[in-house]
């Protein structure tokens, strides 16, 4: 993961040592103000935090979740499992990764009408086992 952002130009600072490794050691998406808090809200600045991940995005190694009310949530892109999807809870705000992606017919025919350069994003809203 490091290599990737070097390969986009950035310096591997101390502050994105610890900005990856939290992410990483999250379960599901975070969001900002979950990661400030882990990373030590005196020792992390809002700005700077928000512009590193802003340049994680640009380097694809984060993608963006947005909760049902349009809230961000962070995650690092983790090449082992690829490409996925969540199904986030109403209620409790639960996530769960759904490994599976059925976007590819959408895709090809988003081509055939002569877009390039495809990206999506998906999430799924609903009520968990335990909400129900």
Same mark, same amino acid.
């Given at each position: 993961?490091?290599?990737?952002?070097?390969?986009?130009?950035?310096?591997?600072?101390?502050?994105?040592?610890?900005?990856?490794?939290?992410?990483?050691?999250? &379960?599901?998406?975070?969001?900002?103000?979950? #990661?400030? /808090? !882990?990373? %030590?809200?005196?020792?992390?600045?809002?700005?700077?935090?928000?512009?590193?991940?802003?340049?994680?995005?640009?380097?694809?190694?984060?993608?963006?979740?947005?909760?049902?009310?349009?809230?961000?949530?962070?995650?690092?892109?983790?090449? &082992?499992?690829?490409?996925?999807?969540?199904? #986030?809870? /109403? !209620?409790? %705000?639960?996530?769960?990764?759904?490994?599976?992606?059925?976007?590819?017919?959408?895709?090809?025919?988003?081509?055939?009408?002569?877009?390039?350069?495809?990206?999506?994003?998906?999430?799924?809203?609903?009520?968990?086992?335990?909400?129900?």
């Amino acid at each position: 993961m490091l290599e990737a952002l070097r390969e986009h130009g950035m310096r591997i600072t101390a502050t994105r040592k610890r900005l990856v490794s939290v992410l990483f050691e999250a &379960a599901t998406p975070l969001s900002v103000e979950a #990661i400030h /808090r !882990k990373l %030590g809200r005196n020792t992390f600045d809002l700005v700077t935090l928000y512009r590193c991940l802003g340049a994680f995005e640009e380097a694809s190694v984060l993608q963006v979740v947005r909760d049902e009310q349009g809230k961000a949530l962070y995650e690092m892109i983790d090449t &082992a499992h690829g490409h996925h999807h969540h199904v #986030i809870c /109403r !209620k409790c %705000g639960k996530i769960d990764c759904l490994d599976a992606c059925m976007i590819g017919p959408f895709e090809d025919a988003a081509r055939k009408l002569g877009y390039e350069d495809l990206s999506h994003r998906l999430e799924l809203y609903g009520l968990c086992a335990g909400c129900r």
